[in-house]
């Protein structure tokens, strides 16, 4: 690309050429070359990093691994609630009763933890592209505008305490888990 060129200066042609550069033309994106190097011949070479760190992937994994642990919890917690035991009943008629609420159970868990899984992976990403740092900051600030966002129908003092809360366990946990 030219440099000190006026921008009313600049052709089409000029303005264009960017897209014809290597990174555009072959995809290469980044500075990542697998152990054999890049086949020449082969054009449409993708680096795989640059693509799981992307916020539409990272946030649908976030998704997917917050309905995964809510199907968990939620069978774990209707398991553990309380027993109606009928004695005039077989063994596998109580069993039957016992698990009847099991799948709305799960799927309410399902609902809260993926919902949060997506809201917090996707607006710390985005904070995080926005500072252009990767810093425990970005997880405090997705923590508040998390929390704030999941408590924002029951009104503003809810929103309020619920972005408090939740940055400081977004704090906690990345103290914890140490800066990835």
């Known amino acids: 690309m030219h440099t000190n060129v006026p921008y009313k200066d600049i052709t089409e042609k000029q303005a264009w050429s960017i897209f014809l550069s290597e990174k555009y033309r072959t995809g290469r994106c980044g500075p990542f070359t ?10 449409l070479w993708i680096n795989p990093h640059r693509l799981f760190e992307g916020c539409a992937v990272r946030t649908g994994f976030s998704g997917v691994g917050g309905t995964v642990i809510g199907m968990l919890m939620g069978g774990f917690f209707h398991t553990m609630g309380p027993l109606d035991i009928n004695e005039k009943l077989s063994t ?19 609902k809260g933890f993926g919902k949060v899984g997506l809201v917090y992976s996707a607006t ?3 904070i995080e592209q926005e500072r252009g740092t990767h810093d425990m900051a970005n997880a405090v600030y997705a ?33 914890l888990m140490g800066n990835h």
């Open 34 to 43: 697998p152990p054999e190097g890049p086949d020449p011949n082969d054009e």
């Open 124 to 126: 710390e990403c985005f």
């Open 92 to 110: 596998w008629q109580q069993l039957k009763q016992s698990y009847k609420g099991f799948g709305a159970s799960c799927a309410r868990m399902v």
């Open 143 to 175: 923590g508040c505008a998390t929390g704030g966002f999941l408590a924002m129908q029951a009104g503003p003092q809810a929103a309020f305490f619920g972005c408090a809360g939740f940055a400081a366990f977004s704090a906690c946990i990345e103290t």
